[in-house]
């Protein structure tokens, strides 16, 4: 069964040293999502040695790692420990991506027409120099999304600079200590589901408050980049966005791009978030990762779907009645 299994956990200081094994776990959740940073959560009742060794857990110095059979499935810094009566210890953590909402730029940079996988990596790099925990940088492949960009020294968060290019033809995603940069119509594909791997049922949204036909993005000063129009069948849906890191008309034009792109037609959202998938589903929970797709096959709903989609989130529970996986789905944006 690929759709089933237990966890356990290890608290880890920001040297390397092991503070704890949890071998095991009363609860357990983590997450992976797309442009964003993902949370986990765990239940502990210590025995002997092992509370001590919690009760000197402090935030953002140490780090949980949760293993999913044996394997490595998602690590982060703890950012609140609680400690509760009769032992029981609760642990919630971010995924590293958390540190560059902490951190800033550290230099002054202008960028002239580079891509934007590359503005991302230099953001991560410069918000890790000062302080390294220990990341990696994956770029899987080039956005071919070039433009003008700046940042100043000691002004904005490095997590919102990331998210801003991230709205503009960029995704990007944490597995474990690596960040994975990838342009939007990445879809590298990791497996097959139909209706009979979602024993619970699933819902197909179709996302009318994000729909927009036209979208006009204003930069720094007088810059101004537009894309869409008067859509033939949905009519007029204007958006109007600012972005003042962008420099350039080509750059705002690209970013209004990106964003026509996920909002015309509207998002189609499959959500199996209330749903879990089967213990039979032929897949590996391990490689559901953002960014990823899924080829997938529902007629369960009067809104029939057969096509690839992209992974946006993916959530996985286990307590004493055993695993939830759950996962959320939409179609790829359209090319130019």
């Not at 705002?252 to 589903?281: C, G, M």
Request: aromatic letters at 6%; proline letters at 5%; glycine letters at 8%.
């Amino acid at each position: 069964m690929s759709v089933c299994g237990t966890h356990s956990g290890r608290i880890v200081d920001r040297n390397g040293a092991v503070v704890a094994q949890v071998d095991t776990l009363l609860e357990v959740e983590w997450q992976r999502v797309l442009d964003d940073i993902s949370e986990a959560r765990v239940l502990i009742q210590p025995d002997g040695d092992c509370c001590a060794a919690l009760g000197r857990v402090r935030p953002w110095r140490h780090k949980l790692v949760i293993y999913r059979n044996g394997r490595w499935v998602w690590e982060g810094p703890i950012v609140v420990p609680e400690w509760r009566a009769a032992g029981i210890v609760e642990l919630t953590a971010y995924d590293p991506l958390a540190w560059l909402d902490r951190r800033v730029p550290h230099e002054d940079m202008r960028f002239a027409s580079r891509d934007l996988v590359d503005i991302a990596a230099w953001l991560i790099r410069d918000g890790f120099a000062p302080d390294d925990p220990g990341h990696q940088v994956e770029i899987l492949a080039p956005t071919k999304i070039r433009g003008d960009r700046q940042y100043e020294r000691n002004i904005g968060q490095t997590g919102d600079h990331l998210r801003d290019l991230a709205e503009t033809g960029l995704d990007l995603t944490a597995i474990g200590s690596r960040i994975v940069l990838m342009p939007e119509n990445f879809c590298g594909r990791v497996g097959s589901l139909t209706d009979a791997d979602f024993p619970d049922g699933l819902a197909v949204v179709d996302d009318g408050l994000a729909l927009a036909t036209r979208w006009i993005v204003a930069g720094k000063d007088d810059v101004l980049g537009e894309a869409g129009g008067k859509d033939a069948y949905f009519g007029l849906l204007e958006r109007y966005v600012e972005q003042t890191s962008i420099l350039d008309d080509r750059s705002a034009t690209a970013a209004a791009r990106s964003r026509l792109r996920t909002s015309n037609p509207a998002p189609v959202f499959i959500d199996s978030q209330q749903t879990t998938l089967s213990p039979e589903a032929p897949v590996e929970v391990e490689r559901l990762v953002p960014g990823w797709c899924l080829d997938v096959t529902t007629t369960a709903t009067c809104r029939t779907i057969a096509q690839s989609l992209k992974i946006l989130g993916v959530r996985v529970v286990e307590t004493g009645e055993g695993e939830r996986v759950s996962v959320q789905l939409t179609p790829a944006g359209k090319a130019d």
